[in-house]
Antibody, heavy 122, light 107 residues
Framework: EVQLLESGGGLVQPGGSLRLSCAASGFTFSTYAMSWVRQTPGKGLEWVSTISEGADRTYYGDSAKGRFTISRDNSKRTLYLQMNRLRAEDTAVYFC???????????????WGQGTMVTVSS | DIVLTQSPATLSLSPGDRATLSCRASQSISNYLAWYQQKPGQAPRLLIYDASNRATGVPARFSGSGSGADFTLTISSLEPEDFAVYSCQQRFNWPITFGQGTRLEIK
């Protein structure tokens, strides 16, 4: 069974930093691209970033460019999102998500974690 | 960026009814569209990928159709557990974008 478990969320002041982690199990992590998607309370889903299975390609949404960095450690089966210069509008639930097909990128997301809440407030 | 517009925003139906949800893209996206179901406090669940392919474990009452810029998710006969928010997502090009969602509520 595929499991994705996010951690690292919490309350941070504007301008601060936070690193999210997503521990994966139940599939061959190193063969799938992985993504972060966020959801503002009561609002829709917003794609944040995607990293290829080998970490050689990364993609970012406009809201994340220049402030967030996606990375992965295939030996630890873990996905990361380093978030710097956080703003109030970054407040959201952050989900990690797995691509549907192996060795693809920019795919549908067939498995999601339960999400971790990030609150940016003074 | 490709904008996905879902309609209606809210759909009020009864169990046993047929539900038809729409997702329109701001440009052609071929068949690179997925549909997700989300219940309160839960993560999204993939229902349909590449416009018409049901994901693993998704009941046959869910079907997707369309290509180009107009897509439809149909639920043939609503079960009580189907009342949720449904979102579409395009993967035709970067950035990946989602629609704003359709809330399917019990009438």
């Amino acid at each position: 069974e595929v499991q994705l478990l996010e951690s690292g969320g919490g309350l941070v002041q504007p301008g601060g930093s936070l690193r999210l982690s997503c521990a994966a199990s139940g599939f061959t992590f190193s063969t799938y691209a992985m993504s972060w998607v966020r959801q503002t309370p009561g609002k829709g889903l917003e794609w944040v970033s995607t990293i290829s299975e080998g970490a050689d390609r990364t993609y970012y949404g406009d809201s994340a460019k220049g402030r967030f960095t996606i990375s992965r450690d295939n030996s630890k089966r873990t996905l990361y999102l380093q978030m710097n210069r956080l703003r109030a509008e970054d407040t959201a639930v952050y989900f990690c998500a797995k691509d549907l097909a192996p060795a693809a990128i920019g795919d549908a997301f067939d498995n999601w974690g339960q999400g971790t809440m990030v609150t940016v407030s003074s | 960026d490709i904008v996905l517009t879902q309609s209606p925003a809210t759909l009020s139906l009864s169990p046993g009814d047929r539900a038809t949800l729409s997702c329109r893209a701001s440009q052609s996206i071929s068949n690179y569209l997925a549909w997700y179901q989300q219940k309160p406090g839960q993560a999204p669940r993939l229902l349909i990928y590449d416009a018409s392919n049901r994901a693993t474990g998704v009941p046959a009452r869910f079907s997707g159709s369309g290509s180009g810029a107009d897509f439809t998710l149909t639920i043939s006969s609503l079960e009580p557990e189907d009342f949720a928010v449904y979102s579409c997502q395009q993967r035709f090009n970067w950035p990946i974008t989602f629609g704003q969602g359709t809330r399917l509520e019990i009438k």
